[in-house]
Nanobody
Framework: QVHLVESGGGLVQAGGSLRLSCAAS????????MGWFRQAPGKEREFVTS????????YYADSVKGRFTISRDNVKNTLYLQMDSLKPEDTAVYYC???????????????????WGQGTQVTVSS
């Protein structure tokens, strides 16, 4: 099972960009479908985006489509989230997640996650 550690969060002005990283330990990273979720204060955790084990297939929530880009490097065992044109409503704790039994769409339910990261805070000021 992989262990996940996120980094790259911070404070940014609306319209700005941030790149999150999720470093995975272990030699089986490439066998996991990976996803990013977020949780804003007082709200439930929500799906953001996912990527297949090969990196070929991706899936995005409508709220971030066209602004966020997910990618992975299976040599470096790292998942990325490039966030552009950030909005105040993107403010949340962002979590990466790994699943061996989901595809890029079913992982969006958050029900078959094998491992969660600890989260990284993203704050977008207006």
């Amino acid at each position: 099972q992989v262990h996940l550690v996120e980094s790259g969060g911070g404070l940014v002005q609306a319209g700005g960009s941030l790149r999150l990283s999720c470093a995975a330990s272990g030699r089986t990273f490439s066998s996991y479908v990976m996803g990013w979720f977020r949780q804003a204060p007082g709200k439930e955790r929500e799906f953001v985006t996912s990527i297949s084990w090969s990196g070929v297939a991706t899936y995005y929530a409508d709220s971030v489509k066209g602004r966020f880009t997910i990618s992975r490097d299976n040599v470096k065992n790292t998942l990325y989230l490039q966030m552009d044109s950030l909005k105040p409503e993107d403010t949340a704790v962002y979590y990466c997640a790994a699943s061996k039994t989901s595809n890029t769409r079913s992982i969006s339910t958050g029900l078959r996650i094998d491992t969660w990261g600890q989260g990284t805070q993203v704050t977008v000021s207006s």
